[in-house]
């Protein structure tokens, strides 16, 4: 079981990102998946999730209107499009998922700078 992480960068506030995360080694459309960060200094939070099939959906009250989670199964991805970032989504992004019969599984994480 892998999950891996790109997209993460340098962006000014303001701007926009779209995180991937890309699974093996699972049935991805068994599973909701989730995205968590963890600001520097700060412990890990749950930032969005969405459900198997894709049609149910929560976040974070931080980060409401201005993130979308979704997915594509036929890839197995899940992606996090952030927009109107602000210095305070400055975070390293996990992608996450946790399941009876493979656990929980964290990918590697991936960079979010938001500064001017």
């Known amino acids: 079981v892998q999950l891996v992480e790109s997209g993460g960068g340098l962006v000014q506030p303001g701007g926009s990102l779209r995180l991937s995360c890309t699974a093996s080694?699972?049935?991805?459309?068994?599973?909701?998946m989730t995205w968590y960060r963890q600001p520097p200094g700060k412990e890990r939070e749950l930032v969005a999730g969405?459900?198997?099939?894709?049609?149910?959906?929560n976040y974070a009250d931080s980060v409401k209107g201005r993130f979308t989670i979704s997915r594509d199964n036929a890839k197995k991805t899940v992606y996090l499009q952030m927009n109107s970032l602000k210095p305070e989504d400055t975070a390293v992004y996990y992608c996450?998922?946790?399941?009876?019969?493979?656990?929980?599984?964290w990918g590697q994480g991936t960079q979010v700078t938001v500064s001017a």
């Open positions: 996450n998922v946790v399941g009876s019969r493979i656990g929980r599984v």
């Open positions: 080694g699972f049935y991805f459309s068994s599973y909701e």
């Open positions: 969405i459900s198997g099939p894709g049609y149910n959906t």
